[in-house]
């Protein structure tokens, strides 16, 4: 199997301004030299008005650190008020756009079918989508989980050819273990990731499901980072809350790159 670099990316919702933006980066860059960047990559998605300050840090001080949004319009242009297009996150050199995160479908009425459109945007302007799915706590309890991420993946990959599906990330998050401080166990979240893996190997073959990226989220922090990464089919983490501490999120990158410890 292809060795895959896990992923850590710091999902800041919304928090912080540019300003504080700006403060952030700057301490996980000094907490995280050189050397932990070849063995996790490092990403994190601030609002869109942050991300200007952001690209000029990470440019001007040659960060290895990564950034990107988290959302991204269906649409390339046009009367989409409030909306922000791919080539402008392309034009930012945004390396990831998050899309389908349940907090866009259940405040903004995302359906499978626009999560689809904004993969599919996403992918045309070549901004890397972490595609989010998961179940609510009801399915859960009724152990209907694996049934609906299939049919989330299903409706979610819509139209897409093995290079594309190849192209994005995906990422689990429970909706009951999003910032509840309930974390899946990791046979839980590894079973989910698992079949993740599974869907693409048998719609868009091994080659294919040996590269993808599949994250777990759902209140992930640096003391439960290490085992949930250890499982077989998840390959880092996107990150809510634990993503606003320098000190945290540095230490859960380094635990995700084998350590030591900044
Ligand atoms: O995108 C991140 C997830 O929603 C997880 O958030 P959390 O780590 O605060 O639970």
Request: with cysteine; proline share 3%.
């Amino acid at each position: 199997m292809a060795a895959r670099l896990p992923l850590i990316a710091g999902n800041w919702k919304m928090n912080l301004n540019h300003l504080e933006a700006i403060g952030l980066v700057q301490k996980i860059a000094f907490s995280l030299p050189e050397k932990y960047f070849a063995k996790v990559e490092v990403a994190v998605l601030p609002p869109f008005v942050d991300i200007r300050s952001i690209q000029t840090l990470v440019d001007g001080d040659k960060l290895l650190i990564k950034y990107g949004a988290q959302d991204i319009s269906q649409h390339d242009s046009g009367a989409y008020t409030g909306e922000v297009s791919g080539p402008m996150l392309k034009k930012l050199a945004c390396h990831y756009v998050v899309v389908g995160h349940s907090e866009r479908r259940e405040y903004h009425g995302e359906t499978d079918a626009i999560v689809n459109a904004k993969v599919k945007a996403a992918l045309k302007h070549e901004v890397t989508p972490i595609f989010c799915f998961g179940e609510k706590l009801e399915t859960r309890e009724a152990k209907g989980h694996l049934e609906l991420v299939r049919q989330q993946l299903e409706a979610g990959l819509k139209g897409f050819t093995a290079e594309q599906v190849a192209r994005i990330v995906f990422a689990y998050e429970p909706v009951w273990a999003i910032g509840t401080g309930r974390t899946a166990s990791s046979a839980d979240a590894q079973e989910v990731c698992s079949l993740v893996r599974s869907f693409v190997a048998e719609k868009y073959g091994e080659e294919t499901a040996a590269v993808v990226r599949v994250l777990y989220g759902g209140s992930v922090k640096s003391s439960n980072i290490s085992e949930l990464i250890a499982q077989k089919d998840i390959d880092g983490a996107l990150v809510g809350g634990a993503s606003l501490q320098a000190d945290e999120f540095s230490k859960l990158c380094a635990l995700a790159a084998g350590g030591p410890l900044p």
